[in-house]
T-cell receptor
């Protein structure tokens, strides 16, 4: 019940295309869903986050779509660029109580020029 | 505003030695979390601390691992009698009191046990 399942494991997208990464969770106590971007040898960097009171949040080229009934959320990267090539992790946590993040397994995204 | 700082960035230990990893949270942050990342895997929660208190250590191995966040100074993750399976990247994150769920990560310490 504590798991967050992420797919695909790896993704190759052409420059200018849309990258889509999906995550699913089971624990209904989760109510905070961030996405992190990690470059090789670096720490994860917070990219964008959403709470279940909205179905979509957009920041620049990055959009989170959230489906509370299906317990799924996804990251969309519009106009993907080679600099977006990185590993992306979804995560989830409850806002109240223990705030530990439960991470997905990660998606290695490659944007071909 | 400096980010989360971790040192050392790389640490090599032989089996049986002790590893001591340090984390200084962002200025104004009073909550610290430690995560472990094995190669090609996601991050796994280990422990959540506030100043002088361990709040949640449900992800910590029962033996050889300990963590502290003293009133003064950095948070310390200590691994005694390291084994090869402890080789991993260890990340520290911190969050502010008013947005506890928003965690900012440091660059990590890569531990290699020979």
């Amino acid at each position: 019940q504590q798991q967050v399942k992420q797919s695909p494991q790896s993704l190759i997208v052409q420059k200018g295309g849309i990258s889509i990464i999906n995550c699913a969770y089971e624990n209904t106590a989760f109510d905070y869903f961030p996405w992190y971007q990690q470059f090789p040898g670096k720490g994860p960097a917070l990219l964008i986050a959403i709470r279940p009171d909205v179905s979509e949040k957009k920041e620049g080229r990055f959009t989170i779509s959230f489906n509370k009934s299906a317990k799924q959320f996804s990251l969309h990267i519009m106009d993907s660029q080679p600099g977006d090539s990185a590993t992306y992790f979804c995560a989830a946590s409850p806002i109240q109580g223990a705030q530990k993040l439960v991470f997905g397994q990660g998606t290695r995204l490659t944007i071909n020029p | 505003n400096a980010g989360v700082m971790q040192n050392p960035r790389h640490l090599v230990r032989r089996r049986g030695q002790e590893a001591r990893l340090r984390c200084s949270p962002m200025k104004g942050h009073s909550h610290v979390y430690w995560y472990r990342q094995l190669p090609e895997e996601g991050l796994k929660f280990m422990v959540y601390l506030q100043k002088e208190n361990i709040i949640d250590e449900s992800g910590m191995p029962k033996e050889r691992f300990s963590a502290e966040f003293p009133k003064e100074g950095p948070s310390i993750l200590r691994i005694q009698q390291v084994v090869r399976g402890d080789s991993a990247a260890y990340f520290c994150a911190s969050s502010p009191m008013d947005r506890v769920e928003t965690q900012y990560f440091g660059p990590g310490t890569r531990l290699l046990v020979l």
